[in-house]
């Protein structure tokens, strides 16, 4: 099959330009390299690939049976959109101007790209605890994500670290595997809605430690072996024998670029016209964790950065 373009780039506007190298941006890249519109993506300079090359095993990306390597899985889909002629740039971008009707993106070198769709997919950071440690226990014990690893966290006993929704939803969801579950919190009541807190003190295998922050990880031939717990008011501490630490302390969408230009949410992230992923301003478009507070999987952001490349078509298809 070939595809013709509604509006192919020839005087140094393009007609798309992507910013991020995730799932959502790749796939972006897949959709609108196919529909013949020559995207230019811009993968960051030192995050190419975007969160899943922080991990190893994924096991939840359909079409792998046997589950895939994280970075593996992205050069993949990287390759498959340059097949079709998606051109890229691990370069950051530093500057945009969304406002007109040729949008400009400015990169790190200060040289000015225009497009008539900007498809932003910047994806979101988990927050961290600030350990040492922490980052070397990734996937190696340390988790910020059940959905993805408490399949590998088997009859194990595990800390979550939070006190909101999330945590809740953590903890509960982890007791299906789990021997034990302790939820660490610096204070001494939640932030969680009634309704979560309520199911976590109502499972048996849940137990708190409230005003209680963690102190340091320990680590047993590269892996997590446990960890010790700090009293926020008496500076006491004790050593815990988790062997998982589930970090719900919150995500940071990656927006301060659009700050002033875009309609973000009180929480930062990008705000869209769901179900599609118009924003505020016609011709940019949202995908992946950077609008999605709620299901933040790689098969979701995927999703909807195919949805962003459809609707940037028609915006364009609209133009011609
Ligand atoms: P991201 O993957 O975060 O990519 C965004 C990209 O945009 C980054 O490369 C970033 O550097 C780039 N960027 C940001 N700003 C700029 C800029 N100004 N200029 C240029 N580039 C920019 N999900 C699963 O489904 N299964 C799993 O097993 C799983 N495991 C995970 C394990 C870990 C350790 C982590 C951190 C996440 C995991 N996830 C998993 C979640 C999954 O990785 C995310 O949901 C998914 O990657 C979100 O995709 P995205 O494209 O929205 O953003």
């Known amino acids: 099959m070939t595809a013709t373009s509604p509006a192919a780039a020839d005087d140094g506007i393009r007609n798309v330009i992507i910013i991020g190298s995730g799932p959502a941006g790749y796939t972006a890249a897949l959709y609108t390299a196919r529909a013949n519109l020559k ?29 895939v390597d994280g970075p593996v899985l992205m050069d993949s889909m990287r390759t498959q959109a340059e097949r079709f002629g998606a051109e890229m740039l691990d370069d950051d971008v530093v500057e945009v101007d969304l406002t007109g009707s ?9 040289t000015v790209h225009r497009a ?26 340390v988790s910020w994500c ?13 800390v979550v670290v939070g006190g909101g929704d999330t945590a809740m939803e953590e903890a509960t969801f982890l007791t299906r595997f789990a021997r034990s579950v302790t939820i660490v919190h ?17 499972d048996d295998k849940i137990s708190f430690a409230f ?6 990880l320990h680590e047993e031939n590269s892996m997590l072996s446990g ?18 630490l589930f970090i719900a302390i919150g995500h940071d969408p990656r927006t301060e670029l659009f700050t002033g230009q875009l309609e973000l949410d009180a929480e930062g992230y990008l705000k869209v016209d769901a179900p599609s992923t118009r924003t505020n301003i016609p011709g940019v478009f949202g995908a992946g964790d950077v609008v999605d507070h709620t299901y933040r999987q790689a098969i979701t952001a995927a999703g909807s950065g195919c949805a962003a490349a459809l609707d940037a078509e028609r915006y364009l298809a609209g133009l011609a």
């Open 39 to 67: 995207p230019l993506l811009f993968g960051s300079s030192i995050f190419v690939g975007g969160s899943l090359t922080t991990t190893t095993e994924v096991e939840n990306f359909p079409g792998f049976p046997e589950g």
């Open 116 to 141: 008539k769709t900007v498809i932003i997919a910047t994806g979101s950071g988990y927050r961290k605890l600030g350990l040492p440690k922490e980052d070397t226990l990734s996937g190696r014990g």
């Open 227 to 244: 960890l010790t717990l700090r009293d926020t008011f008496e500076g006491s501490t004790r050593k815990v024998d988790a062997t998982g």
């Open 102 to 110: 040729v949008k400009t993106v400015t990169d790190s070198a200060g």
């Open 146 to 158: 059940a959905t993805c690893d408490g399949f590998f966290f088997r009859d194990r006993d595990i």
């Open 211 to 216: 005003d209680s922050e963690i102190a340091e």
């Open 186 to 202: 610096r204070r001494s009541t939640l932030r969680a809605s009634q309704v979560m807190q309520n199911r976590a003190f109502s």
